[in-house]
Structure formats: C-alpha cells, structure tokens
C-alpha cells in the first residue's frame, strides 16, 4: 500500500515530479473520502461513524485516466488527524493548485464510481432482449445515477436455442467492440449470462435450452469469449446430474459461476459445486439472492447458503467458503427487512447490490420480452409481466440502491460505497476499477453535504456522518466529468 500522508513540501515535491512546471493535471480535493485499501490511512484520519477518510483528501489524475496519487496533506508533525494544527483547508489547497496550472474539482464527499453487475439495460429498443445491440442508449444514461462501470446481463429467449443464433450472435459481436471503452458513459466492462442453464425460469423468457448438453454448452462459451464473460448464472442441480461439467467449464476459462434460478437445489447439489471451486481456489456467487431461490430450515438450499458468514464444523464443509451474494437493490424483489436481515449476517465484503434493471422508471411504460409484455407500475416503483404478478427485472437505479442502504437501512457511507462499488468489482474480476487509489482508473461519485456542521471542522461527527444529507452532484469516469447536476 502507499501511505497518503504527505506534508505540505513533500506534497509540492510529489505534484512537481508528477508533471512539468506549467503542465496542468486533473485534480478533485474532497473533505472525506472512501479510499481503497491499497492507500495507507492511519487511524486518526478515519471517521468511524461514516467510515470515510477525514480530508482534504487529494487526487491528482494521470494522462491516462487512473489514479496518479492520492495524498492527504497534513503538517510535519501529528498522527495525521485532520483537526491538527496546521492542516491546509480544501478552499486553500484547490486556490494553491488552481494558480499552479492545475484543473481543480472540489467536493464534500467522494466515492468510488458505482458498479453495477447485473443490468439488463434500460432501453434502446422496444424488445428488451435486443437492448444490447443499442448498449450507447443505456450507457449514456447511466452515470447521471452514479454508475460508471457494469457487466450487459444477457438472456436466452426463444429463436435462440442455443444461444448461437444470428442475433445472438451479433449481440456478441456488438458488445465485444464496446468491452472496456471510454467515452459513452458507463463503461460496459463484460457480460453477465443469466442463464441458459437455469431450473427455474422466474421472470425469464422460455429458451429451450436449459438443459443444454455439453457439447453445445461448450460451443456458447467459445462464441461469447470475445465479449468478455465474467459471470454466468447455473443452476447446480441440473449440472450436478453431469458431474458438474459445465461448471468445470466456466472455472477453466476464468467465468465465475453464480449458482442461482434453481429453487429446488438440495445442501447436496450446492456443496458438490463449492468443492469443484475450491478445487479451481475460486470463491462461488449466487444470483440475486431470494429471488427465484429456496429456503428451508431442514434442507438447507441457496438462501440458507446465501446468509451464513461461515459454514458449520461439519466433514462435508471442511475448508469450503461460503459464497458472495448479490441482492436487487430496488427494496421490491427483497424486502427491506430482509435486506437488513442479510447485511446483518454478512460482511459488506461478501453483498453486492444490483438492479437488474430492464426499463425506465416511466409510468405505464412497456416492452416486449421473449413475446411477453413488461409493463411499469403506474408509480414507476416496479416492473411485471402483463397480466401477472411476477416481477421482472427492476427500474431502478444504482443511486437509488445507494439511497435506500444509507437512508432506509442505516447503513453508513463507507460501508455502502463497498456494497455497490468495491465488492461488486471483486466479485466481477474488475481490477481497475471499485476503489479509489493509485493505479485503478478515475471513475468516482461526487457528493454535496448537506449537513449543518462542515465535514472539514465540525466538532460533532453525527453532523457530518448523517448519510440522509448528501446529494450526488457529479460523475467522473477516467478523470473526465461525465454527469454534472449543474449542467445535466
């Protein structure tokens, strides 16, 4: 890790090295922080209430896009505690950078960019299976609700039976010139296949491949290698019955296999699947958690294995991981009690919150789905297929999933930047991004504060800790302001 306590001089010998005298750098000052691990904070420049690092907090951005530095200028002596004597103020720091040359953005509260891993997309054509042939619609839209980077959650619908159809198969080849790019919003950094091996459909369209067999499974992953698979739903009872094959498959290429639309899968069926991970030294995932799952206080099923942070000391669990979860952050698939349920049993490190979004939260919108009809309630708060109860997918936003831990569940900042940034990232295999420090590329979600007491000098850390007050203002993805609330 790099220690981010620098002294005024050695900050100004750092910034001179970085860049020529009258080179300008990109530069964000925020009075708190969610730094990434890999930046050595000492205790006393961490607000525990909030979880965020006390500022300023200084980030200078590279040519390139990624974290140059990140630096919390203190004076020569001290534990680096904000309230020393001395301490610049952010105002005077940004002044100073601003009269060197610098380009200087300036916040209260900043957080590592949103990552979104599963969405289906919002829109760009009328038929959802097809919003990934138009992904700029979706992408463009996406940092204005915070998030910067996402994996194209994809489905099997009927036409498709073994995911090598012509659509399907410029689908793939659309998204794999997308992979990674900068420059039209969120930044799609692979493929979600939610499904086709899957023993419960839940809200998915009919595919007539859920039984895929071997030979054609292995075939959809070669056709997909070129957009990046990083997870794929299964459900392990079906891939029990062949000796966990296809699961074998995914870990062979380096896709994660998240266990998931199998309500029935027995104690059995899932820890024949963590022991071939374990063999592989991967930790297993579970989609979207509750939904289209089991739970039973006998027979333990997904949901059991979904909310225990460490398994039993039984011979049959010896050495195995519980799984990373994922939970639709809309408050409607999975109630808020339970969600509270969930982050009470599990780490921050082990949930990432999703939307699985297919729409717009516009009233009465509609779309076609697999020859189904997806409709928006007149509330814009849920999605279901006409004439049904049965939701599917969601229409609500990163931010919003952002919201509703902070304020709904009361869970703190720091902790809720993990849930839907930094956790989701590992869980994805997405190294450059997910956190804030050197190496990882600048994408980050500015805040106002809203408080009474300012969050540099306030004597009462609840005044600036309250996470009901912060406003999201600004999204930067690679160094670049990509959404202003000032300038929408």
């Not at 708190?32 to 006393?44: E, F, I, N, T, W």
């Not at 159809?165 to 689908?171: F, I, V, Y």
């Not at 814009?380 to 902070?406: I, K, N, R």
Request: net charge negative.
């Amino acid at each position: 890790s790099t220690s981010a306590i620098l002294t005024m001089a050695d900050a100004e010998a750092t910034d001179t090295a970085q860049h020529a005298p009258g080179e300008g750098q990109r530069v964000v000052v925020a009075r708190r922080a969610a730094l990434g691990p890999g930046v050595d904070v000492p205790a006393a420049a961490r607000n525990s209430d909030d979880g965020l690092v006390c500022g300023p907090v200084v980030i200078r951005i590279a040519v390139d896009g990624t974290v140059a530095s990140v630096t919390l200028p203190r004076p020569p002596s001290g534990d680096g505690s904000p309230a020393a004597e001395g301490t610049p103020s952010v105002e005077s720091i940004a002044q100073t950078l601003t009269a060197s040359g610098d380009t200087v953005t300036v916040c209260d509260v900043l957080l590592p960019g949103f990552v979104d891993i599963h969405t289906h997309g919002r829109g760009g054509a009328f038929d959802m299976s097809e919003f990934w042939l138009n992904p700029d619609f979706t992408t463009s839209r996406l940092p204005a609700m915070a998030t910067t980077s996402l994996l194209a959650s994809m489905v099997f619908c009927c036409g498709q039976v073994d995911g090598l159809s012509s659509k399907a198969m410029q689908t793939y080849a659309h998204l794999s010139g997308k992979v990674g790019k900068t420059g039209a919003g969120a930044v799609i950094e692979g493929v979600h296949a939610e499904g086709p091996v899957v023993a419960d459909l839940g809200g998915l369209p009919e595919s007539g491949c859920q039984r895929m067999d071997l030979e054609r499974f292995a075939k959809l992953l070669d056709a997909m290698s070129g957009c990046e698979l990083k997870v794929m739903t299964i459900a392990p009872s079906i891939d029990a019955k062949d000796g966990y094959a296809r699961i074998r498959m995914l870990l062979e290429r380096g896709v994660l296999p998240a266990l998931g639309h199998d309500r029935y899968c027995t104690e059995t069926d899932i820890l024949g699947a963590l022991v071939v991970a374990k063999e592989f030294g991967v930790r297993l995932h579970v989609t979207h958690l509750f939904n289209v799952c089991g739970f039973h206080h006998r027979n333990p099923s997904l949901c059991n294995f979904g909310l225990i942070p460490r398994f039993p000391a039984l011979p049959e669990y010896a050495g195995l991981i519980p799984p990373t979860v994922e939970v639709i952050g809309d408050m409607a698939h999975v109630h808020p009690m339970t969600v509270q349920a969930v982050l009470a049993a599990r780490d921050p490190d082990d949930v990432a919150v999703i939307t699985d979004s297919v729409m717009e939260p516009v009233p009465n919108l509609r779309k076609e789905y697999g020859g189904r009809t997806l409709v928006v309630t007149p509330n814009a708060s849920h999605v279901y297929l006409e004439g049904t109860d049965t939701l599917a997918g969601s229409c609500c936003s990163m931010l919003d999933a952002f919201h509703s831990l902070t304020k709904t569940l009361g869970v703190s900042i720091g902790d809720a930047a993990k849930i839907v940034s930094t956790t989701p990232a590992r869980i994805a295999n997405l190294p450059n991004v997910g956190a804030v420090e050197p190496g990882r590329r600048a994408d980050f979600v500015l805040f106002k504060s809203n408080s009474v007491g300012d969050p540099a000098t306030s004597t009462d850390p609840a005044e600036c800790a309250d996470p009901t007050t912060v406003t999201h203002v600004a999204t930067m993805i690679a160094g670049d302001t990509v959404f202003d609330a000032a300038n929408p």
